[in-house]
């Protein structure tokens, strides 16, 4: 002890100015835009290549669970391919059905946390990849998360198990919507809420994306009614769906860029006659 307080006073001008320097830095971050999107994708670059690393020592004890992960879509994607006459797992996406309008980059997950409040994932691609902010995010069984930040080589994303997320999200069988949200209680459920009281809810219906969005299309599967009730004025239903992602176990992602998005930024804009 007697050593680390010696050690202060030998040093206590310099433990002062860098003290000084790191208010006076965080300050100029803070208050400049330009200088806060250089400091966030610096970042991304360095824990990036830190993540990428760990992930590449961690994949090679993992291949026998990638392998089967990887022959699951590949029937799912063969059933679809050649019309096999089989019932397709409904919580399986058919990225057809997305048209041409939505270009689709393959990711994998180096960083994934579900056990904060407002948790976020980094992925392999980055601005070299065309990849940019709100891009959808979406693995095979369904909904991920929005793109956030980029930096060269990669890129964060807001998890659907983030309390500042909100997703506009419908019942699959009727075209009543309503906004998603996280209450940062359990990465197996999220939250559906001002659905009216007069659409046919049922424990175990599907719930995908409404496509009211340039970021995700309509369709994309989220997960199953696990219960429901009225809110307190009872005029609209708070919904608890189970999601169809594990978000627990993410490894292959698909990023969705929607070809239209100027177009649909051009029409929707205020100046716009």
Known sequence: MQQIVNF???????????????????????????????????ANFLSGGLYSTSNS????????QKNSILHEENKQLRDLLYGKDTIVNQSYIDSTTYGINYKITAARVLKN?????????????????SIKQDMGVITPKGILGIIDNTSSKYATVIS?????????????KTNHFGSL???????????????PKIAPVKKGDTIITS??????PKGV???????????NAENY????????????????????????RKTIHLIQSPNNE
């Open 57 to 64: 020592i961690s994949d090679y004890f993992n291949l026998k």
């Open 8 to 42: 202060i006073l030998r040093n206590k001008t310099f433990l002062l100015f860098f003290f000084l320097f790191s208010i006076a830095l965080s300050f100029t971050i803070q208050s400049h835009s330009y200088h806060k999107s250089k400091f966030i994708n610096s």
């Open 221 to 231: 599967p989220i997960g199953a009614i696990e219960s429901f009730h009225l809110d």
């Open 160 to 172: 659907i198990l983030n309390t500042t997320t909100s997703i506009s999200a419908q019942l699959k």
């Open 113 to 129: 946390s579900y056990a904060l409040t407002n948790n976020i994932i980094t992925l392999n691609k980055g601005t070299r990849d």
């Open 211 to 216: 496509g009211r969005s340039f970021i995700f």
């Open 237 to 260: 239903y708070e919904i608890k769906v189970k999601l169809f992602n594990d978000m627990t176990s993410i490894e292959h992602v698909y990023i969705l860029e929607n070809q239209d």
């Open 181 to 195: 949200n996280w209450d940062a209680i359990s990465p197996e459920y999220i939250q559906l809420t001002d659905i």
